[in-house]
């Protein structure tokens, strides 16, 4: 069974004024399976946003279903939402969402403080994470005192500590200079490499040649999608290239 399986997804939003109504998403099919390093592209506009909100339990759909290791995402309880999130789901955003009066290291544990976690468990689980990705030295730092590529690994390390099943990651490398991006990249890669599901939204095209899988989002559906197979980096860079050509220009389904 996939580990995240979605089928006929529908979302329509009603307009505050005038009742219009807009459809974000049409009919969205696709399926992860574990250990997966899947991305999603398409432009503005496309229903990336809306897909990774229901994705992520922050929304619900109008209509079809998000199932995660079985589990229907529209039947969880409002009250038990928060609880199912942080155990099951690791967020690495465009922005970092750090707090800037929290030490990376509080900002990393802070999930696992909401989870009522002894200081020496999570001491236990953040000491390896923040050496795979670089950071051990940084840990007693606040967010204002390193650099972007530093908050967006201390980001990966706080998604990370709770060991989830699914990692979440909206246009990570959106706000990283060209060395910083390299660096997530790298990481995200290994860390795949160890097991670890990754759902990738993005407009960078570098950043989704370094997944196994891309879907293409246009109008609220999945135009196509692309398998890494064999190919390299760079090829698939230029494969996934063609396709926004392709989308860009309105060409036809493949």
Do not use: C, W
């Amino acid at each position: 069974m996939p580990l995240l399986e979605v089928s006929n997804l529908k979302k329509i939003y009603t307009t505050r004024f005038g009742g219009n109504q807009v459809q974000a998403l049409r009919n969205v099919n696709f399926s992860v399976e574990k250990g997966e390093y899947v991305a999603i592209m398409g432009e503005s506009g496309s229903g990336k946003t809306t897909l990774l909100n229901i994705l992520a339990a922050l929304d619900k759909p109008t209509g079809g279903t998000v199932l995660l290791d079985g589990r229907d995402l529209s039947k969880i309880k409002e009250s038990d939402v928060a609880t199912f999130r942080r155990d099951n789901l690791g967020f690495v955003f465009q922005d970092f969402n750090l707090l800037d009066t929290f030490s990376l290291q509080d900002n990393i544990f802070l999930p696992l403080v909401l989870e009522g976690k002894a200081f020496k468990e999570m001491r236990q689980r953040l000491l390896p994470i923040a050496s795979q990705l670089g950071i051990s030295d940084l840990l007693s730092k606040y967010p204002y005192e390193v650099s972007g590529g530093q908050k967006q690994r201390a980001a990966v390390a706080r998604a990370l500590i709770t060991d989830p099943r699914l990692i979440l990651a909206d246009e990570p490398t959106g706000a990283l200079d060209s060395k910083s991006t390299d660096e997530l990249l790298r990481l995200f890669s290994e860390i795949n490499q160890d097991g670890q599901t990754i759902l990738m939204v993005t407009h960078s095209v570098k950043a989704a040649s370094h997944a196994q899988r891309v879907l293409f989002i246009k109008d609220g559906e999945v135009f196509h999608q692309i398998y890494r197979g064999n190919s390299t980096n760079e090829q698939l860079y230029q494969k996934i290239s063609d396709t926004l050509t392709i989308l860009a220009t309105g060409g036809d389904r493949q």
